[in-house]
């Protein structure tokens, strides 16, 4: 720590950020924390800190990567070593050089999907039917993988790369005895997975097949570098977006997100193959306690909503819910009417409010509304952390149904 302070000035740091101007013995400038007009952000040189008026967030250089890159001290620690060329050397050099190959591994992968998308006139046609444009293909480095056993296997050998190396990064899977291994990926539009530092990590592969029993999206198995637990996709490029707009979007599909973005929603992070973690929820409120979920309007979505609220609640977060049309998801909405996702998302509607509507909407008996409300409802208002949040939701509920808070 001591010696990249050494090296680096935390004007040097906050300034690749924002732009800074002397202000006496200090440097002013406007916050990259919220959108203000008039600047209230203040750097000392001097005692190598800095003071955000407007979000009243303050601290040094370490604490500055944290909130702007959305890591933790570990996180900040390596981006800062590597800008002050500081050696961290507690890692073993075996563990950092196999780690450095997965890194390429994957790099590799996404070049050759990449490749191959641009040569199958099908998968080109598939994608923009889905409405996405070509920036954000390649924003997004949606590739391809073929429809061949060991396509991708056969590519990355000649590249130098071994079996053992491929088995690690999750890329191929092993065979019955006798046989060599396979891809895991074939014939599905591939969708990179970054870590927060917009690195790739792992893949999504969404089928191209119609036949019932294939799934729909497959992706890549836990590997050193990718924890399905951890990882929220898109976070490496939603970061600015959720503090400017001071909320995060969050949807299902790997396509509701790159449209979401394409449409504005910058700030649209994805969970990819799991149930929203409380490490999610930590890397979300880091850069903002207002989430807005946009998921499917069917059983599975209503599901998705309560099991992801309660922990959000319990994190303190203000959870609402933007109410989809039966049977659209976001890109749907998007591809057919950008304007009306907008609207949607602007209606958003607290979670305690939603599901007290969704609930009167598929319930005709007065009672069994009253008792599903008792069953599913009452529990997120355990789960809210802010006490007059809690008593403002159970007057909400009291008079929805016809009851009193006691």
């Known amino acids: 720590v001591e010696q990249i302070k050494e090296r680096l000035s935390i004007v040097e740091v906050i300034g690749g950020y924002t732009e800074l101007k002397h202000a006496g013995k200090h440097f002013k400038g406007k916050s990259p924390f919220t959108n203000e007009k008039t600047p209230s952000f203040y750097v000392s040189p001097d005692r190598g800190m800095y003071y955000c008026f407007s979000s009243q967030k303050g601290g040094d250089m370490f604490t500055f990567i944290q909130e702007m890159e959305g890591v933790d001290f570990k996180g900040a620690l ?11 050397v507690a890692e073993d050099p075996k563990k ?3 780690r450095e190959t997965q890194y390429a591994l994957l790099e590799e992968a996404t070049k050759y999907f990449f490749t191959e998308r641009e ?3 099908h998968v080109k046609t598939y994608i923009e039917e889905r409405g996405v444009n070509t920036q954000s293909i390649h924003t997004w480095r949606i590739g391809y993988a073929k429809d061949e056993w ?3 296997r056969n590519f990355l050998k000649e590249k130098g790369f071994t079996d053992e190396q491929m088995l690690a990064a999750g890329l191929i899977k092993n065979a019955d005895q006798g046989k060599e291994p396979y891809d895991v990926f074939r014939d599905r539009i591939m969708f990179p997975i970054f870590d927060p530092s917009g690195r ?3 893949f999504s592969g969404r089928t191209l ?9 497959v992706n890549s198995p836990e590997t050193e570098l990718f924890q399905k637990s951890e990882i929220l996709y898109g976070y490496d490029k939603a970061k600015h977006g959720i503090r400017q707009y001071e909320f995060s979007l969050i949807v299902e599909g790997q396509f509701d997100l790159v449209l979401s973005h394409q449409a504005g929603y910058s700030n649209t992070v994805a969970v990819s193959g799991t149930a929203l973690t409380k490490h999610h929820i930590m890397l979300l409120l880091r850069l903002s306690p207002k989430v807005v979920l946009s998921l499917d309007a069917d059983r599975a979505g209503i599901s998705a909503v309560k099991r992801s609220a309660v922990p959000m609640l319990e994190g303190g977060m203000d959870v609402k819910v933007a109410h989809m049309p039966d049977g659209m998801d976001p890109a749907d909405m998007i591809r057919k009417n950008p304007l009306d996702f907008k609207h949607t998302v602007g209606s958003a509607l607290h979670v305690v409010e939603f599901l007290l509507q969704i609930l009167k909407e598929q319930t005709k008996d007065e009672r069994t509304y009253k008792l599903r409300v008792r069953e599913e409802i009452l529990p997120l208002l355990v789960a809210i952390d802010n006490r007059i949040d809690r008593e403002h939701f159970e007057g909400v509920i009291a ?3 016809g009851a009193t808070k006691e």
């Open 399 to 401: 008079t929805t149904i």
């Open 78 to 88: 390596k981006i800062l070593a590597e800008r002050a060329n500081v050696e961290l």
């Open 119 to 121: 040569s199958h006139a």
């Open 200 to 202: 790739v990590v792992a």
């Open 96 to 98: 950092r050089d196999a």
């Open 209 to 217: 097949k119609t036949e019932t029993g294939v799934p729909k999206y």
């Open 150 to 152: 060991r396509a991708l």
